[in-house]
């Protein structure tokens, strides 16, 4: 009998990763490179297939792969495979999950790279058995990828999510976005790096940076990841309020911090949650670092 | 062939009505009476189903009630019938669909009062034709009610929808609920009379004299209304972000207030929002007032 592998492609703005997975959704080969040196979008799927066909000479006799699944950041369209304006790469209304299709030869399917997360961790990581899932990707920007009754939660127009710029303080700091108040303002990597400069009068390369003096004892730095950490915690309070979601996984740069950041987090999400919903949520760390888009990617490819 | 009706109950704090629901969704008959003087859920089951009995006398030939639809304040378990603590009511864990389905032979189902209104505008008012609607209840307390591809949106634990304890603003009023900075501190009823009391110095009896004082100019009404319609917006402007919701139907109370709290509600909401998500969303006044509620949970109760 036929064995039914896939592969699953996490395309970013730095590189992308390319991941052989057997039937039992473990990653058996893998393959990566670089995306700033691609000349387009072209060029990009030439090179993801070129990498896809090199993992194909590690599938075993009698396997055969039948999906191809790529996440990638939004905005994209998960239903036409189209990256729609992917940020980094400069490119605009392409049919990707085509493109790499036509060279490869299988079916391709393109999905939300936070989306993908989360679907990864919710079958194969930290959200395993959970009933109402969130991941929380803070990096650059804040995002969560939903999970109800095992599906992902797109919303009408494709854009439900938007955790970074739910408001917590309406009279709050003035926004990238147009708004003011936003999480991402607070607890974004670059909301942080800006918070520290300014405190601590000096010049930080990353939140890392940050992270490291607070393990240290700096105590403008375990301010800011606090003050981080309760705007981020507040809005998530309103997103389990408003979707009844439990289980958070929390991932991305940001939580190099640990307790720095989650504690504060933790008692903002109990402290700014309706009675049952607070007390019935629970915060855990990702496990899949970033396997978990290559396999959710491979999933969605799997199971449509 | 027989011609197949509904019957659908508001069963609330201070009274239940019934109406009598056409197959054309037309309340062609409907009774009322208090529920302050019930002494209990035995009796309330009793003297609905009376109440149900005198409607079915206004049933034409040929016609047939073939279900009864409740609802009621939560919380309450939809699946099982179950009103589990209704405010103002003083019950707990009473089986209530089942113990009214006995007395007037029918099935009856039982559905959260926000829930039911926001189906009945959904299907027969302000929400007809939207993709994703939530109908937004200011009053005493604030909720929301999801419907999404005209499905009700419930969420793991039923909870979902608890937009008035989402926080706009960490370092915000304290609130009844042990959090502080809810958008219900500012923009519910008790709110709303708290603020003017405060600001104008005297005491006032409801929400709908501060609208007049409104109307006639009065300076602190005015600003108590743009605060509590500038919270209530950013509150919105969560939900639109974390669920994708570009419908907003406006019921309760405090919407007497007119432009004096919709405008800065309508500010809040696109300030407040994501790029698109703010422009696609719109906000309209509940149409049916009263009657959502028990067209909505006939329709729940004839759809399942």
């Excluded at 993992?55 to 990256?83: E, F, H, M, N």
């Amino acid at each position: 009998m036929t064995e039914h592998w896939q592969i699953g492609v996490d395309l970013g703005g730095t590189s992308f990763k390319c991941g052989l997975i057997s039937p039992e959704y473990k990653i058996v080969a893998r393959n990566h490179a670089p995306t700033h040196a691609l000349a387009g979008p072209e060029q990009a799927a030439e090179r993801i297939a070129e990498h896809v066909r090199a993992l194909l000479k590690a599938l075993p006799v009698r396997a055969q792969v039948s999906a191809l699944g790529i996440c990638s950041p939004g905005p994209l369209d998960p239903l036409t495979g189209t990256l729609i304006e992917p940020p980094n790469l400069g490119w605009r209304d392409v049919p990707f999950a085509r493109m790499v299709s036509e060279r490869v030869g299988m079916p391709v399917t393109l999905e939300h790279d936070a989306k993908a997360a989360a679907l990864g961790e919710y079958h194969f990581g930290a959200g395993r058995g959970s009933d109402a899932m969130a991941l929380i990707i803070v990096g650059t920007g804040i995002a969560a990828g939903i999970i109800l009754n095992g599906q992902v939660y797109r919303g009408a127009h494709n854009s439900a999510g938007e955790i970074g710029h739910i408001t917590v303080d309406v009279d709050g700091p003035i926004c990238r976005c147009g708004s003011n108040g936003c999480v991402e303002i607070y607890a974004s990597g670059p909301g942080i790096i800006s918070a520290y400069e300014y405190a601590a009068h000096t010049r930080v390369d990353s939140a890392e940076v940050i992270a490291q003096a607070a393990e240290r004892g700096d105590e403008n730095a375990r301010r800011v990841f606090a003050r981080a950490g309760r705007a981020l915690g507040a809005g998530m309070a309103s997103l389990a309020m408003v979707m009844d979601i439990s289980t958070f996984v929390m991932f991305g740069g940001v939580m190099q911090a640990g307790a720095f950041v989650l504690e504060p987090t933790a008692q903002a999400l109990k402290h700014y949650s309706y009675q049952s919903v607070g007390s019935r949520a629970r915060i855990v760390l990702a496990e899949l670092g970033s396997d978990a888009g290559i396999l959710g990617a491979a999933w969605r490819a799997a199971h449509g």
